[in-house]
């Protein structure tokens, strides 16, 4: 019976240390392995049969694994705890522990293996992010330095620097230049860089957008009008908008708003450089670079007879189209740091977007394009009490489109915080499963005592400890 018993016994023996999640040894009391988990392939490269009967001495001699937890119980006889490594440069956090007989003499050794080479690396990597991040953080200044112009003119993304190689090209010449692109995308910000860097940067910029002034005052405003031409006018005359950009440049945005009536009149204008006021017989001689933008499609409006086909092709010269915000992801980033910068030194704060709000930002549409963006940062600028704006402030259209990205999680860049209390939980648990008081835990760790009774508080965890009485075999 008693043959039968110790047979059971030595099979839920062997079950027990084949089935547990940490690597399992034992010894006798002189360090010989007499049990060994299969895991051991897995954590040392050999098997067991290579293990089992071999003192523990001699395989931290041949670095199986150094150095032996089992020889520190023996030489102590007490417990321990310490990092292992292994011939194959794994890192283990190993405890030992020692079994005593009824006699009180020291009978086994029994030690617990758990791999940390994963935990370790994880650490790395993140540390390795946080440098990167750094880095990139210069190379965006970097980016913003030489490729943002004083007046906000952002060239981070291919599309953009091909834009500004074509801007840097008209701003020498006077030929009139056609901006093409959605409401919103810049394209008075590429107007006024034209104008910075040419020959005519000395001379006025003046714009008008011929959507936002009624059609009935829209001639008046343009070319001007003599005292008493009309009833209302002012009685010495008015200088209109085109005399206003003598030896500058004219910027017409929302050309397209334009009425038939008036394009005749301006393409004049355009071609002979001169112009006569509402009530005047006389001309005006007007010199002018000519900058015009529409987010209409204008040859569709030519078809429909809406736009004068000649104005058109006068117009037309060097076209310069500007890709919606939603094409060119790099311009979004560079944008938010350049627009929360001048937000903050406005206003003199010291806000910023986390990386989980950025990443949110980068997956939205923009129908309003850069005018959006700038709208909703400074929007967020002022109205957060907290310094770091997250997804939680973000308007619940932009957190939407954001969580229902497929594979966000995959993507969508995790903080180092958040990493190393994930580490830190993981570590507390693992050493509350292993040590008998917190004075242990503390000492594993490399913490305090009232530390790691806090910590442990924090993440909801009661340690189970065992008896402080010796082990009995």
Not at 126 to 149: A, D, G, V
Not at 288 to 306: C, P
């Amino acid at each position: 019976m008693k043959s039968a018993e110790a047979q059971w016994m030595q099979q839920v023996l062997q079950g027990i240390i084949h089935t547990s999640r940490d690597h399992l040894m034992v010894t006798d009391k002189q360090g010989y392995v007499r049990l060994v988990g299969e895991s051991c392939k897995e954590i040392y490269g050999i098997d067991r049969s290579e293990l089992l009967g071999k003192n523990v001495i001699q395989l931290e001699e041949e670095r199986i694994f150094s150095p032996s937890v089992t020889r520190k119980v023996i030489d102590q006889l007490a417990p321990q705890t310490m990092m292992q490594e292994t011939h194959r440069g794994q890192k283990l956090m190993v405890s030992a522990f020692p079994i005593w007989s009824d006699s009180g003499e020291l009978s086994a050794i029994i030690s617990y293996s758990h791999d940390l080479t994963e935990i370790l690396d994880l650490k790395r990597r993140y540390e390795t992010l946080t440098q990167q991040l750094k880095q990139f953080e210069n190379e965006i200044e970097e980016l913003r330095e030489k490729n943002i112009s004083a007046e906000g003119f952002v060239a981070v993304s291919e599309e953009m620097k091909a834009v500004q190689r074509l801007v840097k090209k008209v701003s020498v010449v006077d030929s009139t230049v056609l901006v093409l692109g959605e409401s919103g995308v810049g394209k008075n910000v590429i107007a006024k860089e034209i104008h910075r860097n040419s020959r005519r940067a000395s001379g006025q910029f003046v714009e008008v957008n011929c959507g936002s002034i009624p059609e009935g005052l829209l001639e008046s405003e343009l070319f001007g009008y003599e005292a008493g031409a009309f009833t209302g006018a002012s009685k010495a005359g008015k200088q209109g908008i085109i005399e206003l950009a003598d030896q500058g440049t004219l910027f017409l945005d929302e050309l397209g708003e334009l009425p038939l009536t008036l394009q005749a009149k301006l393409l004049k204008v355009i071609q002979e450089k001169r112009l006569q006021r509402i009530g005047s017989t006389t001309y005006r001689d007007v010199d002018f670079r000519l900058i015009a933008a529409t987010n209409r499609n204008l040859e569709q409006m030519v078809k429909d007879g809406t736009f004068r086909q000649d104005l058109y092709f006068r117009l037309n010269v060097v076209p310069i189209y500007i890709p919606p915000l939603r094409e060119r992801l790099d311009d979004i980033a560079a944008l938010i740091k350049v627009v929360i910068r001048s937000l903050n030194e406005r206003y003199g704060l010291s806000k910023r977007l986390d990386s989980e709000a950025t990443s949110a930002l980068l997956h939205y549409a923009w129908p309003g394009n850069v005018r959006e963006l700038e709208n909703l940062l400074e929007r967020l600028v002022v109205t957060v009490d907290e310094d770091v704006i997250t997804t939680n402030h973000l308007p619940g259209e932009i957190r939407e489109t954001y969580e229902q990205q497929p594979g966000v999680e995959q993507i969508q860049p995790i903080s180092l915080k958040k990493v190393l209390d994930q580490v830190e939980e993981k570590w507390l648990r693992y050493a509350a499963e292993r040590c008998r008081t917190t004075a242990e835990i503390a000492e594993m760790l490399g913490i305090s005592q009232p530390t790691a009774v806090r910590k442990l508080q924090k993440i909801g965890v009661k340690p189970q400890f065992k008896s402080e009485s010796k082990f009995q075999l």
